[in-house]
């Protein structure tokens, strides 16, 4: 007679692991989340608003708009994409990032080859709205956009504030002195 059957060894040994994998999801997460504030206070000491990091390229975003492509002795891009590896299907302007008044970004499309966005391609001449942790793929090249919040919202309050002051400045006529 056996006194302690599999079927409860078994039973015991998933009730054990349902509690490690538990914490190993905590784990996980925490990683997760100190990656995540790392990344967000790496971005803003560099005074950018986002970045487009891929596995040679990493560029802070520090202008509201920025284009993509390849560099040349006759066209220059604000993130040359030769950097990250072949990049002779990329066109010398491939995309645009732009931040909108709102604070939210986009890429544009402007070259010929489709860009993908987390899997979803852009057309050429078409755009998509741009998120933290977006995975962006070109021509086979892979990069992430991520971006700090609270960078673009102190960007945004600045600017609020300097069209306030120069709105202030600005004085109107009586209708009668023209």
Not at 93 to 109: P, T, V
Request: proline share 1%.
């Amino acid at each position: 007679m056996d006194l302690s059957p599999d079927y409860e060894d078994s039973y015991l040994s998933k009730k054990a692991s349902q509690y490690w994998h538990e914490d190993a999801k905590r784990n996980i997460v925490r990683l997760e989340q100190c990656a995540r504030s790392s990344m967000q206070r790496a971005i803003a000491s560099q005074g950018a608003f986002a970045i487009l990091y891929g596995r040679n390229v990493k560029q802070y975003i520090k202008e509201t708009e920025v284009i993509l492509g390849r560099a040349t002795e006759d066209n220059e891009v604000d993130i040359d994409l030769r950097k990250e590896g072949r990049a002779n299907k990329i066109s010398r302007r491939q995309a645009l990032i732009k931040m909108e008044e709102d604070g939210s970004f986009f890429l544009k499309n402007i070259g010929k080859s489709s860009i993908f966005l987390n899997g979803k391609e852009v057309a050429a001449g078409h755009r998509l709205c741009l998120s933290s942790s977006t995975l962006i793929e070109i021509s086979g090249m892979s990069f992430v956009f991520e971006m700090n919040h609270k960078s673009v919202r102190r960007y945004l309050v600045n600017v609020g504030k300097n069209s306030k002051e120069k709105y202030a400045k600005f004085e109107c006529s009586p209708a009668g002195n023209q």
